[in-house]
């Protein structure tokens, strides 16, 4: 008895100084910590990110910064962006890498009324659609895959008001089936979404990404991470109301039925290219198939490599 009080007090020390000794690391957040990000919410409130020795501070994006200039500027950040804009960002010099993947697709696309029939891209031609400053490059893309020359379909930038939608001045707007589908099926709207990463967007969602240094410096401390993440978000899902309270306890302004619809709309999305075993991990496939659209793109100036954009030696 007295050898087990020894060895659960040399544990329970040892947990001690793991604690007191966690390296400082920061998440950049591309929004708000909602229920977009349950899993990594899951994982520090469960206090693992801790025990393998990392301290994680989640951090909202200010409306004057950019995730990446911020990651890019400041040693131990890790940060979460669409594939589409990490490459945009990569192909301008910044020195970054994605190592993981939230999603295995993309929760961008365009969203409907059911009444207006838009069932594929070609249903758009000669209609005005409105997309999102963030999300113009992959609505972009998708238009170039399918042919569909510029000026065929009206494209406008607009913001995340969704009243032009539902009054019609727009047939569609570029948003998040994970955001504002939610919201728009939970006032009891019927609509339709084409997901980009089905009509020939090949794209991950809320990539894990850090700078080639920290890569560098310490990439087991980041391969630790990815495996927290991944736990975070294996229990996250099984439990969609502990994130939704945990939410709308910490955030102001966060509505708890939202945030429960927000993780039962990315679930399909944690799994998309392999099942439960594949979930955090990117495949190469599907950045080469990323990598060349982009660089088929009229207006990329440099063009890429799957070598300068991933990494995939860390993934759990």
């Not at 993440?229 to 939704?244: E, H, V, Y």
């Amino acid at each position: 008895m007295k050898t087990y009080r020894t060895i659960l007090c040399l544990l329970a020390l040892a947990l001690r100084v793991s604690a007191a000794e966690a390296v400082p690391v920061t998440f950049q957040l591309d929004w708000k910590p909602t229920a977009q990000f349950a899993g990594l919410l899951m994982a520090r409130e469960r206090g693992w990110y801790r025990e393998a020795g990392i301290d994680l501070t989640l951090r909202g994006i200010p409306p004057d910064e950019g995730v990446v200039s911020n990651v890019v500027h400041h040693p131990h950040w890790i940060g979460s962006i669409e594939s589409g804009v990490l490459l945009k960002e990569r192909s301008s010099g910044r020195p970054v890498k994605a190592i993981g993947t939230m999603l295995q697709g993309t929760p961008i696309g365009l969203i409907s009324l059911k009444s207006a029939g838009i069932h594929q891209l070609k249903d758009l031609i000669g209609k005005r659609i409105g997309v999102h400053a963030d999300g113009n490059e992959a609505v972009k893309y998708v238009l170039h895959h399918a042919g569909i020359g510029a000026g065929r379909i009206e494209v406008e930038v607009v913001g995340y008001d969704l009243t032009p939608l539902l009054n019609g001045r727009y047939a569609a707007v570029q948003g998040y089936s994970i955001d504002e589908g939610v919201a728009l099926r939970q006032a009891g709207h019927d609509i339709d979404i084409l997901h980009l990463h089905d009509i020939g967007y090949a794209a991950y969602g809320q990539v894990y990404f850090t700078s080639e240094s920290f890569l560098k410096s310490d990439a087991p401390l980041l391969r630790r991470f990815l495996e927290v993440s991944r736990r975070g978000w294996a229990t996250a899902i099984q439990d969609p109301d502990a994130i939704a309270t945990m939410v709308t306890a910490t955030v102001p302004g966060t509505d708890r039925r939202h945030e429960r619809g927000t993780v039962e709309a990315l679930i399909p999305m944690l799994t998309r290219e392999g099942g439960p075993g594949s979930m955090g991990r990117m495949k190469r496939q599907t950045w080469k198939q990323a990598v060349s659209d982009f660089n088929r793109l009229p207006s990329t100036t440099s063009r890429l490599k799957v070598s300068d954009i991933a990494t995939f030696d860390l993934q759990p």
